[in-house]
């Protein structure tokens, strides 16, 4: 069946630090590729998403590229702020949303 | 208004009470979600609703019965919880069965059982 792995957390870092969260995936063909952010106290909102090899998703600042040949879809800014500060979740789809399969999420501290 | 919007937002009932979590959309879709997500576990997917009818009810206790009277609205019925079910319990909607297409959410409801 299709998994998701991502890094475990928590991850701690100071504002303007680089920012990696690694996500990879197991599926069968070419699945869409997702990146979920979920604020405290908040539901999921899409922060980017990719749906073919090669493509790179980005928004407020995040990047990540759908890497076939790894399988991998990590997620990365450049100097994160003390506002990004969330639960980060990887997800893919592959078929209807009902096949929507989430990774365990990483939870992001930002400091001041 | 927009989006998929749940209510209430924070729940606090007892062992013995009976209440209904509430979900609608506003988006045009025509599938919707019912998701657990506990503290430490990750997202469980409990009920899909494609075309206003039940696709998948992933072995979730009959404790919980969702309904879906249209396809801008779900509920899920709550009676004779545990403790263990307190959690966030997030609603979201996609447009089915095309593919490649996500899923929104709402902001959630916190059940706290009693």
């Known amino acids: 069946g299709n998994s998701v792995t991502q890094m475990e957390g928590p991850v701690t870092l100071s504002e303007e630090a680089f920012l990696t969260i690694n996500c990879t995936y197991t599926?069968?063909?070419?699945?869409?590729l997702f990146w979920y952010v979920q604020y405290p106290g908040e539901g999921l909102q899409l922060l980017l998403k990719?749906?073919?090899?090669?493509d790179k998703g980005s928004n407020k600042g995040f990047e990540a590229t759908y890497r076939k040949e790894t399988t991998s879809f990590h997620l990365e800014k450049g100097s994160v702020q003390v506002s990004d500060s969330a639960v980060y979740f990887c997800?893919?789809?592959?078929?209807?949303?009902?096949?929507?399969?989430f990774g365990s999420g990483t939870q992001l501290t930002v400091l001041p | 208004e927009t989006g998929v919007t749940q209510t209430p937002r924070h729940l606090v009932m007892g062992m013995t009470n009976k209440k209904s979590l509430k979900c609608e959309q506003h988006?045009?879709?025509?599938?919707m979600y019912w998701y657990k997500q506990s503290a430490k576990k990750p997202l469980e997917l409990m009920f899909v609703?494609?075309?206003?009818?039940?696709?998948e009810n992933n072995s979730v206790p009959s404790r919980f019965s969702p309904e879906c009277p249209n396809s801008s609205h779900l509920f899920l019925h709550l009676h004779t919880l545990q403790p263990e079910d307190s959690a966030l319990y997030l609603c979201?909607?996609?447009?089915?069965?095309?593919?490649?297409?996500?899923?929104?959410f709402g902001q959630g409801t916190r059940l706290t059982v009693v």
């Open positions: 979201a909607s996609s447009q089915d069965p095309t593919g490649g297409t996500e899923a929104f």
């Open positions: 599926a069968t063909g070419y699945p869409s």
């Open positions: 990719a749906t073919k090899a090669d």
């Open positions: 997800a893919l789809l592959k078929g209807s949303a009902r096949q929507l399969t």
């Open positions: 988006l045009g879709h025509n599938a």
């Open positions: 609703y494609s075309l206003e009818e039940r696709v």
